[in-house]
């Protein structure tokens, strides 16, 4: 009993360390420049992540069939994967001529131990030798069998016309037989890939043959968000995009651009890559194994506080999580929020999010929200029929709105 109880302390306590020393978790395609794990069925992905303490430990990946809400389907893995739904992360690699020592680790599927058969939600996970999660993050495989009409607009609501953008879309399914669209269709909508920020539980407006129109005034808005803020750390030793000093220690530290928290904020356009980011180093060649560890120092500069609130660096590099390592804690002194944790050199898009005492995230109280703002929506349409064991993607819209093209 007492042996027991000391496994599970430890198993515990390893848990809390690996998952601190976890980081720059990436699922992506192998395509250069696309950001998206909503793919057609058969793509290759790829997921990689970086253990700070460098010793080389043993971790798997475990890959899990979701229905449309994200709760477990019904399906064996047998019937959604050729192979095994769970193997070892064989490709490790130490970092070299890094002042952080890190072990990087990749795994590319479809591989020859696992091969995905099925379209849908999917959720793969990384696993210790405890059998603990460490770690989890999404992707969507889905089929070309229907196709979806989509078009993003300014919002028609007269009080958020300035600060919303709607969506109407379509499904068109000419070679499927849906019998009962209102039970059988699910659709999602996402903007930017980010998971905290879709809309669900939406039901066609109007009914025509081999077709499904969405028209709603308020249902399919979203807030339009402000383009995000970035900046560059390829160079370890310069200063480059945003980056305003730097000092060496026991990694190099990088101050960020200060930003200055404005009440009345007026819209400018400034390109970004919708919160995402890329690892790279200039000085390196390989920035799996080459790219340092920087310590990044975030200034909010504000004359006052935001009561009862709590100020977090938000952005694709944590998967649009809330985590306390992003907190940041506001001088009197200097006016000002700061904050400082470690990120991989790359380029980085970020923005500053404010969270309640319910733990409600505003990602636009403080770089404010417009009807102009560029943003990547997708449509993910599901169709599960009446007998069916899970849901299947039958097809996904996109649509960049860009007011200022």
């Given amino acids: 009993m007492i042996k027991s109880l000391i496994s599970l302390y430890f198993a515990f306590f390893s848990c809390i360390l690996y998952s601190q020393e976890i980081k720059s978790i990436l699922l992506r395609p192998l395509a250069k420049n696309t950001y998206t794990t909503i793919v057609p069925l058969g793509t290759v992905l790829e997921l990689s992540f970086d253990d700070l303490e460098a010793d080389g430990k043993d971790y798997r990946y475990k890959i899990e069939h979701m229905n449309h809400d994200w709760k477990k389907s019904r399906l064996l893995s047998s019937q959604f994967i050729n192979g095994f739904n769970e193997n070892s992360i064989i490709n490790v690699t130490n970092s070299f001529n890094t002042l952080q020592s890190y072990t990087h680790y990749e795994v590319q599927f479809p591989n020859r131990n696992t091969v995905i058969t099925k379209s849908g939600n999917y959720l793969v996970s990384v696993l210790d030798d405890y059998d603990t999660v460490l770690f989890s993050r999404r992707f969507v495989l889905c089929e070309n069998l229907a196709t979806i009409g989509l078009q993003v ?239 299947r993607v039958i097809g996904v819209g996109t649509y960049n709105f860009n007011q200022n093209r």
């Fill in 153 to 391: 607009s300014r919002s028609r609501d007269t009080k958020n016309l300035n600060t919303q953008q709607t969506l109407e879309f379509s499904i068109n399914y000419p070679g499927l037989r849906i019998n009962n669209p209102l039970q059988e269709v699910n659709v999602t909508l996402i903007k930017n890939d980010n998971w905290n920020e879709t809309i669900n539980n939406l039901q066609p407006t109007f009914f025509k043959p081999k077709q499904l129109k969405y028209t709603y005034t308020n249902k399919t808005n979203f807030w339009g968000g402000n383009e995000y803020l970035n900046f560059d750390s390829k160079l370890l030793r310069n200063k480059s995009i945003n980056i305003t000093k730097v000092e060496k220690g026991t990694t190099f530290n990088h101050y960020v651009y200060p930003y200055q928290y404005k009440t009345n904020l007026t819209y400018s356009y400034n390109p970004d890559i919708n919160g995402q980011f890329v690892f790279r180093s200039l000085e390196e060649n390989d920035a799996k194994t080459e790219a340092d560890y920087v310590r990044m120092h975030f200034t909010l500069q504000t004359e006052s506080t935001f009561p009862n609130k709590k100020i977090h660096v938000y952005g694709a590099f944590n998967n649009f999580e809330i985590e306390k390592e992003t907190e940041l804690f506001y001088d009197y002194k200097t006016k000002s929020y700061t904050g400082n944790f470690l990120l991989k050199q790359g380029f980085y898009n970020y923005t500053y999010a404010t969270v309640n005492q319910y733990n409600q995230v505003d990602i636009n109280e403080i770089n404010g929200t417009f009807f102009q703002t560029e943003n990547q929506y997708a449509v993910i349409v599901y169709f599960r029929p009446f007998g069916s064991l899970y849901d």
